[in-house]
C-alpha cells in the first residue's frame, strides 16, 4: 500500500482547518445581495426614525446596499424588537435599538421575546439627554418652582409622552420619583402628537428628545426648564441639567444597531465595522451633533454590556411607575 507523502498530508490538514474560515471570509465579503431593513419602533417624524434615516443612509453607501428603516410603533418598542427577534438571523432584519427597548424589557409581563437574550448587539450609535418643556403660559419658569408648583397642585399637571413605556414617558416617571411629585400621564401615539398639545396648552409638561421641541425653544414657543441629563447639553448650554438640580437623576436617550440572535458572527463584525466608520464621518456627526446627540462607537460586547446595564436601571423605573404597554 502507498501511504501519502508528510507533505501532501500537511497539506490536507492545512486545507481543512482554513475550509470554516473561508467560508466565513466568502460570507462576510457577499452580505448584504439585496437590501437590508432596518426597523424602527415608533411612527415615522420623531427624533428616532431622524437618526434612523441618517444612519440608514450611512450604511447604505457603505454596504452598497439600500438600508430600508421601517415603523413599526407599538407597545413601547416591543412590537418592532418582537418582530426581529423571530426573524431570520441573516443580517437583513435589523433593529434601531433604542432606551425605549431597554425600558420595554420589564414593561409587559409576557412580551414573546427576551430582549437581552434575543436582541444581537450590533453596535450602539448616539446618546443624548432629553429636555423638559412647558408651555409658556406654565406659571413655573425654573424646574424648582415646577416642583413646589407639582407639590401644591398633585396630579393637576398633565405630563404628555410619546406612549406608554416610551423613553419619554418613564423619564418623566423617574422625575416623580426622585422628587416626591404626582404628575398625570397623558400619552400619546408619537411624539410629534404630544408637541402640538403641549404648544396649544393641552398638556403642560413634556420630557421631549432634544431635536423635537429644539427650535421651539429658541424661538420661545415652549420653555426649557432642564435637560435630563447629569450635564448640560451643547447645543442648549444656557438651560441647566437636572443633574444639577435633582439629586442623582440623570436619564438619557439613546440608539444603536441589533440583530435576530444567532447571525453570524462575520456579518456582525462587518456591521460593527460599516456603522463605526460612519460614526466617524464628520458630516454625519455633525448632523447628529445638531439633534443634541453625542456619537459613541463601541464592540458589539461592550454595546451589549452597556444594554444590560440600562434594562436593569429603567426595570427600577417600570416598578414604580408600575407601567403596562398598550
Not at 75 to 98: Q, R
Not at 219 to 248: D, F, I, K, M, Q
Not at 284 to 299: E, M, N, Q
Request: a neutral charge; zero cysteines; hydrophobic letters at 45%.
Amino acid at each position: 500500500m502507498k501511504f501519502p507523502h508528510r507533505r501532501q498530508v500537511l497539506r490536507l490538514v492545512a486545507g481543512t482547518s482554513l475550509q470554516p474560515l473561508v467560508s466565513r471570509v466568502t460570507r462576510a465579503e457577499a452580505y448584504p445581495s439585496r437590501p437590508v431593513r432596518l426597523i424602527v419602533g415608533v411612527v415615522a417624524g420623531g427624533a428616532n426614525s431622524t437618526v434612523a434615516r441618517l444612519v440608514a443612509q450611512s450604511l447604505s453607501e457603505r454596504l452598497g446596499q439600500q438600508v430600508v428603516v421601517e415603523n413599526r410603533p407599538g407597545a413601547g418598542g416591543n412590537v418592532a424588537a418582537e418582530a426581529v427577534a423571530h426573524a431570520a438571523p441573516d443580517g437583513y432584519t435589523l433593529l434601531f435599538v433604542s432606551s425605549a427597548n431597554a425600558i420595554g424589557a420589564s414593561l409587559n409581563e409576557k412580551p414573546g421575546y427576551d430582549f437581552v437574550r434575543d436582541i444581537a448587539p450590533i453596535a450602539s450609535l448616539v446618546q443624548g439627554p432629553l429636555i423638559m418643556v412647558v408651555n409658556p403660559s406654565f406659571p413655573a419658569t425654573t424646574v424648582p418652582e415646577f416642583i413646589a408648583y407639582a407639590k401644591a397642585h398633585p396630579g393637576e399637571i398633565n405630563m404628555a409622552s410619546a406612549g406608554v413605556g416610551n423613553t419619554t414617558h418613564l423619564v418623566g416617571e423617574l422625575f416623580m420619583m426622585l422628587t416626591d411629585t404626582r404628575l398625570t400621564h397623558v400619552p400619546y401615539r408619537g411624539g410629534a402628537p404630544a408637541v402640538t398639545d403641549l404648544l396649544a396648552g393641552q398638556v403642560q409638561v413634556y420630557f421631549d428628545g432634544i431635536s423635537g421641541s429644539l427650535e421651539h425653544v429658541r424661538t420661545g414657543r415652549l420653555r426649557g426648564l432642564a435637560v435630563t441629563g447629569a450635564t448640560r447639553a451643547a447645543v442648549l448650554p444656557e438651560v441647566p441639567s437636572l443633574g444639577e438640580l435633582v439629586p442623582g437623576y440623570d436619564a438619557t436617550g439613546w440608539y444603536g444597531v441589533g440583530a435576530p440572535r444567532g447571525i453570524p458572527v462575520e456579518i456582525v463584525d462587518r456591521l460593527n465595522t460599516e456603522t463605526n466608520a460612519g460614526l466617524a464621518d464628520p458630516r454625519l456627526t455633525a448632523r447628529l451633533a445638531d439633534l443634541g446627540y453625542a456619537t459613541f462607537a463601541s464592540s458589539p460586547a461592550e454595546f451589549g454590556q452597556f444594554i444590560t446595564r440600562e434594562t436593569e436601571k429603567w426595570a427600577k423605573v417600570v416598578r414604580f411607575a408600575d407601567a403596562r404597554a398598550k
